[in-house]
């Protein structure tokens, strides 16, 4: 019997100043020790500026921190990015990678997520690897051959259940208040795990995350599904009341 631990993380995008978003991390922190033991595990990625004190506010907690994106390198001439090894040094223990606003913001495509993915796993980190399709590509009836096709490029031969998590975020229900349906969710995700399945050996032990309008009316439904093994919330990861009424879904 496959047990896979649920994994709630929150991307808090490019928001939070740094009173707001160290009260949100330690206010978490702070939840999850009064609860004591956790039904998943925890993740919150704030933006680079907060990510060291986020991991001292955090530290000895069940919240686990991480970036929004790493570079390929380690190394190099690469202004304003941030190297895996970079992340790992501070204490974070994942990075999000192909997040559907970096590929569309920044034109990464499955081949440079690939990279990044490669490179969070040298630097120890777990890379939560972001797919989902466009409004129009599902309209045209193309989301599972656009998932599969980033799900195959992106995550790297080297990925482990340990080393990697992937997130489905159909890009038209991310910040829009529209979710996918339950039907819609478990067909995608049913895909996924069989593509993870037909290629890596612990295929069945990946967590495959649900992301997209995820809020404290709707996380027990969806988290309640087969194959979706947590969420990625952004908005409602930024107000500790909704980030944890979504964890205590996780029952
Ligand atoms: C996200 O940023 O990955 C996301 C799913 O955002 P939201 O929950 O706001 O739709």
Partial sequence: MTQRRPLIAGNWKMNCLRADGLALASGLAAKAAEKGSLGCDVLVCPPATLLSEAVGVTKGSAVS?????????????????????????????????????????????????????????????????????????????????????????????????????VAYEPVWAIGTGRTASVEEVAEVHSAIRAELVARFDDGDQFRILYGGSVKPSNAAELLGLADVDGALVGGASLKVEDFWQIIESCA
Avoid: F
């Fill in 65 to 165: 921190i991480g970036g929004q994106d790493c570079h390929a390198a380690m190394s190099g001439a690469h202004t304003g990015d941030l190297a895996a090894t970079m992340l790992a040094d501070i204490g974070a223990e994942y990075v999000l990678v192909g997040h559907s606003e970096r590929r569309a913001d920044h034109g990464e495509s499955s081949t440079d997520i690939r990279k990044k993915a490669l490179s969070a796993h040298d630097a120890g980190l777990v890379a939560v690897v972001c797919v989902g399709e466009t409004e129009e590509e599902r309209d045209l009836g193309a989301t599972l051959p656009v998932v599969n096709g980033q799900v195959a490029v992106s995550l790297p031969d080297g990925a482990t259940a340990k080393n990697t998590v």
